[in-house]
């Protein structure tokens, strides 16, 4: 049973307004192999995972396809401390260009989440190390029929995630003897004496 993709939009359907949901289970599958997201050791289908809501103008303009408009939502990862779950909120306003592949640049090309064709080999107008502008990180492929959203969908969740989670700015983490959470329990666990330390006090000075 053929369905359409449920991020794709046809361009003769431009222009047009529409709200696309993400539901949890589509969260935690484009947020797996996320090591702040593993830590969770979350169910597959967790109904905790997140959501989020992009609400869209579509428009074309030739070769280009354009989305402007907000997306709100949020995804529970761990603390990087204590691996407690932390939601993140996420607020963006978003303004974005499909363009052809070969207009984009060599290393910004998002991901797709498979069942794409082969990708056409890398414009070699390109040169490597160009450097990319601001305006340039908004851009996503297109192929001239339909506007996929789902790899700018997925960015958001993406990007969402700091390089170091926290549950809060105070957390404890983890006590690294015994493993207790110092958020909520104690333990009378002694730090361990610094190897370097240990390695001093072995030294002999020459006189
Ligand atoms: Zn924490
Ligand atoms: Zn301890």
Known sequence: MAKDPPYQVLVRDLPIHRKFEVPPERVGEWLKGLPMRDALGAPEGDPQAGHGVADLDLYADGAH????????????????????PVTL???????????????????????????????????????????????????FPFDGERVDLEPLLREQFVLAVPFAPLCAETCK??????????????????????????ALKGLKIPS
Not at 73 to 80: D, H, I, N, P, Q
Request: charged content about 30%.
């Open 65 to 84: 396809a354009f989305a402007a408009g907000t997306f709100r939502g949020e995804l529970t990862v761990a603390c990087s401390r204590c691996v407690n």
């Open 89 to 139: 909120k996420i607020d963006e306003m978003l303004r974005v260009t499909f363009m052809p592949r070969h207009e984009l640049p060599d290393d910004d090309e998002p991901e797709s989440a498979g069942g794409r064709p082969d990708r056409p080999d890398p414009d070699p107008d390109n040169a490597e190390g160009a450097e990319v502008s601001e305006e340039d990180l908004d851009v």
């Open 173 to 198: 983490g983890l006590c690294p003897q015994c493993g207790i959470d110092r958020n909520t329990t104690s333990c009378t666990c002694e730090p361990p004496i610094d190897p370097r330390l240990a």
